[in-house]
């Protein structure tokens, strides 16, 4: 099957890299189709926690280079339209959880997305991740049930394949995989130790042992009223 | 930053003291800790802009460093310090980090707010 176009797409996530690790394949996808992509990055991962020995960077530069990177990765993504909303890394879930849903309600009404993408609540391991998650779903539920844009949600817990079984939407990116590598390559000062160890795997020739390069898995995210309802697993 | 050179660093928490500062203090053993091992027990603390006022600081001649400034009625410190600079902004700023280029804890003092 092929990927269904869009209205507009809206992709939400707390950090700068998590973009690049769950969607930087369908983003440029999108792009290829003619389909308008909103990103909004709630932080700048201003925690983060590698700055290198002997280091590269000091707590206080790493939110400007991270800025930096993000807009790199959004240009490797063709990602054109990248709002940076402000809130500082960790925090997310002692914000007040009614301003989050505000926030995210806000970026709806203006965009009016046909899909959203975000993290699945309880399966994606980082309390921002699934702060974001929260109030994502919760200002989606908020929407008629006629109306509301479809939610994906990206999970990585370890209990997700027991709990949640396979991804209901599975797509190939293979097609546009070097523009995934180069999204994660933007994100040097999170992603260089990663990068150089995969391509030392493909230099020596043993491949890829999980397909994590070619494919990006979602899960629907059912609001309360939509359970029972019958989940279709699709793959594009 | 560059590693911790104990004479200079001293000198530099020397000329905070008495004054108005703000700190940023944090230590963390990062947030994925127990999803790569449940073994860890995820623990960490996170102080910003703070507003104290040392009359002492001191750095400890052992590497890692630690560092304790004292107060009229208490005490701030910090273990495992290995790197400082004073930034451009005159903001002493030190880390602890780990082998493998991670910060495990953070010590910062600046007589102008940090940003947010
Ligand atoms: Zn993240």
Known sequence: MTLPSERHVLII???????????????????????????????????????GNPPFATRESLPEIRRQELIAACEAMAIPDLRMMGLRDKTIEFEDDEKMVQLVTSLIEELNPSVIY??????????????T????????SRIDKTVRPRLLGCAFAN?????????????????????????????????AWMMAETAKRVDEGQPMSESWLNIEKFYV?????????????VQY | ????????????????????????????????????????????????NAKIRYELGKVVDDTPHRIGLKMEHGWVYAQGITHYELDEHGRLLMAGLDYTGKLAIALQISETPFSY
């Open chain 1, 118 to 131: 975000s993290f699945y609540p309880r399966y994606a391991v980082h309390p921002d991740h699934e702060a």
């Open chain 1, 221 to 233: 995210i059912q609001q309360p009223d939509e359970l029972g309802e019958p989940i279709q697993r």
């Open chain 1, 159 to 191: 209990n997700t394949l027991a709990e949640l079984g396979e991804p209901h939407v599975i797509v190939n990116i293979e097609s546009v995989k070097d523009y995934k590598v180069k999204a994660l390559q933007a994100h040097a000062s999170q992603t």
């Open chain 1, 133 to 140: 998650a929260r109030a994502v779903k919760e200002a989606v």
């Open chain 2, 1 to 48: 930053m560059k590693e911790v050179h104990i004479e200079t660093l001293q000198e530099l928490l020397n000329s905070f003291a008495n004054k108005d500062v703000y700190i940023h203090l944090e230590t963390t053993n990062g947030a994925y800790a127990s999803h790569f091992d449940t073994k860890v027990f995820n623990a960490g603390a996170f102080i910003r």
């Open chain 1, 13 to 51: 996530f707390p950090h700068p890299d998590d973009e690049a690790f769950s969607v930087a394949g369908i983003a440029r996808l999108y792009h290829q189709m003619g389909v308008p992509v909103t990103y909004a990055c709630l932080t700048l991962g201003e925690m983060g926690r590698n700055l």
